[in-house]
């Protein structure tokens, strides 16, 4: 069967179409970073999937019936019925974005000196886990070394060094483990049923407390239906219902599997946790019933939650990814492999080897992407995750150069992500051109999203 969406257009928006003159005027007035330019600049927007999909029709409606009450609100119930049928964890609190879910459960949970052990941490998880004076620590399965290989769950936690890190003496220092589905930070990978419950056991033998980053819930499930023996007659809705049932709690950007612009969720099962972080929600995002949102986006956002798990959704948009790979593989440029659903990442340091990572090789890529063709997307390599000092200068790089391809949901269409692989093979035929770039400005923390750079001409490498 050829590759279909399995909805109809009926509102659309024009795409900006810009000439290489005008992109490179624009990158460099937005200091060579990708985040720092004006959507109306950029043609293909894969900077990130959250908050960028489109709603559907019956997402639109149910915000027309939007409850704008301060407390209380009728779409706040609706919401609480779809989150307690799905998770099963009796308390539960909206707020306005995943990070925020992050800050309130970590504060609430963490004491100053405590560890957070993850599959892998994404950027604002470990930020959040940091302010409060503590250390974020990842293990990520052994096949995830392996950018090439076709493990199917590569999204895995090192169970060995898991057991290993609780059993040893201090470890009463770990104050959680946080799963997260799919693993962003690591290749958009899944993580299979039998490590959320095997990582779920050990946390129970030694008493610490264990919660899923459940931002791409419903992917991580339709990924499991079609890669884990055991769940091929399974449907996703029942296996993120299993997933829940694992852990003790969750945090999530509902902006990703919630389909909503904005939205997010910290649930728990330990009523005096929830007793404190209900505390720090009324402090911070608002009172109990309506947590930073809308009456609309409350009601928005418990329909999407709905059609997420629909296997047509979740098949189509798993071929759409899987078709951008193959493109991108005829382009002679390698991925993380096998392709995840929301994002595709790019190896750009083999793509690029004349660029060492001192010179950024994952940032220089995404910036040509852009000054080629007026794609925007994501470095994940040593700009993001490198240790870089004082004066801007890397100190240890990240173990990979990779660039995210991260796909809006339900937003662009076939012929969009060809003409951005072919944006891609245009470049990958003359590689060697694509200059490197340092930093001139870098904030402390988070540097990727506000930092600045220039190019650095091919004689001064």
Request: aromatic residues 8%.
């Amino acid at each position: 069967m050829p590759l279909m969406e399995p909805y109809r257009i009926k509102v659309v928006e024009p795409i900006p179409i810009t000439t290489r003159a005008e992109r490179e005027h624009a990158m460099a007035d937005a200091g060579y970073n990708p985040f720092n330019l004006r959507a109306d600049q950029v043609t293909i927007d894969l900077l990130s999937d959250s908050g960028t999909g489109a709603i559907s029709a019956e997402q639109q409606a149910a915000g027309t019936r939007g409850d704008e009450s301060y407390a209380g609100a009728r779409s706040y119930y609706r919401f609480r019925e779809v989150i307690a049928d799905l998770t099963s964890y009796p308390h539960f609190f909206p707020v306005h974005q995943g990070r925020a879910a992050e800050r309130i459960l970590f504060s609430a949970l963490l004491k100053p000196g405590q560890v957070s052990i993850s599959n892998t941490h994404f950027d604002t998880t470990r930020a959040n886990v940091e302010l409060l004076g503590c250390t974020a620590r990842d293990l990520p399965c052994p096949e995830a070394k392996n950018l090439d290989g076709d493990f199917p769950f590569k999204g895995d936690i090192d169970l060995v060094q898991l057991e290993r890190i609780l059993g040893e003496p201090g470890a009463g220092n770990v104050g959680v483990v946080v799963m997260t589905i799919t693993n962003n930070g690591g290749g958009g990978q899944p993580v299979s049923m039998a490590n959320l419950r095997a990582a779920r056991d050990i946390c129970r033998r030694y008493g610490v407390p264990y919660f899923l980053d459940a931002a791409r819930f419903a992917e991580n499930a339709w990924l499991v239906t079609q890669r884990e023996p055991g769940y091929a007659n399974v449907s996703p809705r029942e296996v993120a219902e299993e997933a829940f049932a694992l852990a003790d709690g969750c945090v999530a950007s509902l902006k990703k599997d919630g389909i909503v612009h904005m939205g997010g969720i910290v649930a728990m099962r330990d009523p005096e946790l929830a007793k404190r972080c209900e505390l720090l929600l009324i402090a911070g995002e608002g009172f109990t019933t309506y947590g930073g949102l809308s009456g609309r986006e409350l009601d928005m956002l418990a329909q999407g939650l709905l059609e997420v798990t629909d296997p047509a959704y979740l098949g189509a948009r798993a071929a759409q990814t899987s078709h951008l790979a193959q493109l991108v593989a005829d382009a002679g440029v390698d991925i993380v492999r096998p392709p995840g659903i929301h994002a595709l990442y790019l190896n750009a340091g083999r793509l690029l080897p004349h660029l060492p990572p001192r010179l950024f090789p994952g940032h220089a890529l995404a910036t040509e992407l852009y000054l080629a063709g007026g794609v925007r997307c994501a470095e994940l390599g040593s700009l993001y995750l490198g240790e870089i000092d004082d004066d801007g200068e890397l100190q240890r790089p990240a173990p990979y150069e990779l660039v995210r391809l991260a796909i809006p949901r339900r937003v662009y269409t076939q012929s969009h992500l060809e003409y951005v692989a072919e944006t891609l093979a245009q470049i990958a035929k003359r590689p060697e051109r694509v200059p490197g770039y340092r930093l001139v400005e870098s904030p402390p923390i988070l540097r990727h999203f506000k930092c600045r750079l220039e190019q650095v001409p091919a004689d001064a490498r």
